[in-house]
């Protein structure tokens, strides 16, 4: 289990100083589901750092954070996913070994595959987590991603952090 | 500080109208972001989905953050057993 007392004393300061609570959602927003999970169509959001081949990789220089994304299709090998997230507070070896850890894109597909889940969205999306200065991503990146995925009619989006 | 970005970006989607849910591996930051729908995992940093090639267990995983989409008593943040 991950608790901020496992972490090295630099992370672990730094995650009991930093003001998590400045962005506390508010207004919370609330869409709940209306179709049954079997006609939903899904989209995979992570901030695992994961990019393809030939696109670029997330900017580790940026002091507060690269809120940038990359556009990940459906089709690919889940395995020639590249992870290059810059945080040194987790383990790397788990994503590497396994992409599905983070964006388990084959499983969603066989979930596809027996009918538990409508269909899958012709692109996912993948953010670099680490952002100490979350404005742009607020203001700019996320709602862009919101925009791409709703003019995609996608129902679901499951996202998952490293 | 992923945990954190998750629930941001969960926020930015929700509010277009497509239902979230999110895994988070750090539940004192979650508990302050407050996403719509989010299931803690008792893994390590990094291993949201519990273990490399385990298509099973990861699978578990899904399912259950899924039964959240339904749910419209929002906030919540549920706990995922591993049994």
Redesign the interface.
């Known amino acids: 289990m991950a608790t901020f007392d496992e972490m090295i004393l630099t992370h672990r300061l730094f995650m009991r100083g930093f003001p998590f609570s400045r962005y506390k959602i508010d207004p919370l927003p609330s869409s709940p589901l209306t179709k049954p999970l079997s006609q939903a169509k899904v989209a995979l959001i992570t901030t695992a750092g994961l990019y393809l081949e030939g696109q670029p990789k997330f900017d580790s220089s940026i002091k507060l954070g690269d809120s940038s994304f990359r556009e990940i299709p459906r089709d690919i090998l889940t395995q020639n996913l590249k992870e290059g997230h810059r945080s040194s507070a987790f383990d790397h070896r788990g994503v590497r070994d396994d992409k599905n850890l983070v964006l388990p894109l084959d499983r969603f597909r066989e979930m596809v595959e027996n009918g538990e889940i409508g269909s899958l969205n012709h692109r996912h999306f993948s953010f670099m987590g680490a952002i100490i200065a979350p404005g742009d991503l607020i203001n700019k990146t996320a709602p862009q991603v919101a925009d791409l995925l709703k003019s995609d009619n996608v129902d679901v989006a499951f996202l998952t952090p490293v | 500080?992923?945990?954190?970005?998750?629930?941001?970006?969960?926020?930015?989607?929700?509010?277009?109208?497509?239902?979230?849910?999110?895994?988070?591996?750090?539940?004192?930051?979650t508990e302050?972001?407050?996403?719509?729908r989010a299931m803690f995992v008792?893994?390590?940093?990094?291993?949201?989905?519990?273990?490399?090639?385990d298509?099973e267990l990861?699978?578990r995983i899904?399912?259950e953050?899924?039964s959240l989409?339904?749910?419209?008593d929002?906030?919540i943040m549920t706990e995922f057993k591993d049994v």
Do not use: D
């Open positions: 500080m992923c945990n954190q970005i998750v629930g941001l970006i969960q926020a930015a989607i929700e509010r277009v109208g497509i239902t979230t849910v999110s895994i988070t591996l750090l539940k004192e930051v302050k972001i407050a996403p719509p008792p893994y390590k940093l990094g291993y949201p989905l519990g273990k490399p090639n298509p990861q699978k899904i399912k953050a899924l989409l339904h749910r419209n929002l906030p």
